[in-house]
């Protein structure tokens, strides 16, 4: 049962990550980092570059959950480790990947 419960939660936060990479990638603005912020168009020399570039990120950070997913139904123990490894990096990761996106692309 709780296998079931595992994937309950972990398939749609797994997908939810993986959207945001989606709508990343093929925006036609500048994709945002954090919440209530927006970047200029005037600010970033290549939109589809820097969006694609925001997309990856954030696939790739999605993977932790695509992977604690698959796990969690073979080793729980194995997948809640890996979750919270993933994000506890995780997370910080996606900040210096941003920061070094926006500056590789902006003006």
Known sequence: MERIIWLVIMIPLSLFFTGIGIFAWTRKKPMWFWSGSTVDEKSISDIPA???????MWICYSAVFWISAILGIFRQET?????????????????????????????
Do not use: E, T
């Open 79 to 107: 997948a809640g480790v890996v979750l919270a490894v993933g994000c506890l990096l995780g997370i910080p990761a996606l900040i210096l990947a941003y920061r070094k996106i926006y500056n590789k692309y902006k003006v």
């Open 50 to 56: 820097y969006n694609r570039a925001n997309g990856i």
